[in-house]
């Protein structure tokens, strides 16, 4: 079945450490999204990439760092200049805004 | 980015209907509705989506209103599953990114 794979689903960082989160995705789907979500809260978009080997900042992007070098593949690394990185991180993918948008099941970073 | 307006949170009974309204009063020509849910602890999952006319599927059914400014999500008999925060989202035909409100919180009732 085709979708999104994140990995991993739980994951912990000390501090001054930076950490990546990967996003997997075999839906051919072009564009892909990065949001945060801190508890009781809405999704925040943290990075966007429409095409490959390109990439947007979303609202809140400093302290993340993203890259596009294959189509199926957009991993967001949360750096240590992320002072507060404790969420519930989810990416997504699309073809065309006409189409429905599938997320992963997402990944729990927490701080050590 | 164009806005949507819906109640905080919602009460149903198990295997009631439930309506769930979002306003979008400067919705465009283009912008398509779509409504997504999010269960505890999991990402977003798709319900349905629509343009101008009404659309059935075989979680939910929205109902479009005329003028375009306001849309209706209907679940026809709830259950406990469905209990979820509820987002209604409008997106042109290109790929910019979702932007999520807070949502409707409903709450089912057995």
């Known amino acids: 079945d085709g979708g999104i794979t994140q990995s991993p689903k739980y994951l912990f960082r000390k501090e001054g450490q930076n950490v990546t989160l990967s996003c997997e995705q075999n839906?051919?789907?072009?564009?892909m999204y990065w949001y945060r979500q801190d508890p009781g809260q809405g999704l925040r978009l943290i990075y966007y990439?429409?095409?490959?080997?390109?990439?947007q900042k979303g609202d809140i992007a400093e302290g993340y760092s993203v890259s596009r070098e294959k189509k199926e593949s957009f991993p967001l690394t949360v750096t240590s200049a992320q002072k507060n990185p404790t969420a519930f991180y989810l990416c997504?993918?699309?073809?065309?805004?006409?189409?429905?948008?599938?997320f992963g099941d997402g990944t729990r970073l927490s701080i050590l | 980015d164009a806005k949507t307006t819906q109640p905080n949170s919602m009460e149903s009974n198990e295997e009631e209907p439930v309506h769930l309204p979002c306003n979008h009063s400067?919705?465009?020509?283009?912008?398509?509705i779509h409504w997504y849910r999010q269960l505890p602890s999991q990402g977003p999952e798709y319900v349905i989506h629509?343009?101008?006319s009404n659309v059935n599927n075989r979680m939910a059914s929205l109902a479009i209103a005329e003028d375009r400014k306001s849309s209706t999500l209907i679940l026809h008999r709830a259950t406990l599953r469905d209990a979820a925060v509820y987002y209604c989202?409008?997106?042109?035909?290109?790929?910019?990114?979702?932007?999520f409100g807070k949502g409707t919180r409903l709450s089912v009732i057995a």
């Open positions: 997504a993918s699309i073809q065309t805004g006409s189409q429905p948008q599938h």
């Open positions: 839906l051919n789907h072009d564009a």
């Open positions: 990439s429409q095409i490959v080997n390109d990439f």
């Open positions: 400067t919705i465009s020509g283009t912008d398509y």
């Open positions: 629509g343009l101008t």
């Open positions: 989202i409008l997106r042109d035909y290109g790929n910019t990114p979702l932007v």
